[in-house]
């Protein structure tokens, strides 16, 4: 069976104040991730309209087990995974989409 494509996306609450720190902080990581893995489809981010610690990634993969397996290893995700309790008021939110609009 084939790897089908997946929609990741992703809910961030940064601390209180630490709306434009956060934004920063994704900046960067979005970057590599995007340079580096070749299985990243695309990421767009999206901060909160009326509450600018809320952020919303929207990730496209070629697959569920590339986003959980490989890019949760790399040293980026880590290190971002290691530093993100100074910045945000818990872990993300992930949960993962096929399309059907096409069925």
Do not use: N
């Not at 709306?19 to 995007?34: C, D, K």
């Not at 990730?59 to 959980?68: D, G, L, P, V």
């Amino acid at each position: 069976m084939s790897a089908t494509p997946v929609t990741v996306v992703i809910t961030y609450r940064a601390q209180p104040g630490k709306g434009a720190v956060a934004r920063a902080a994704l900046a960067p990581l979005i970057r590599t991730v995007l340079a580096e893995e070749p299985d990243c489809l695309g990421i767009t981010t999206l901060q909160g309209a009326a509450d600018d610690t809320r952020f919303l990634l929207y990730e496209r993969w070629t697959s569920q087990a590339a986003y959980t397996g490989p890019h949760l290893q790399t040293p980026h995700i880590q290190a971002f995974i290691r530093d993100a309790a100074a910045i945000f008021a818990g872990p993300p939110e992930i949960t993962f989409w096929h399309d059907v609009s096409s069925t």
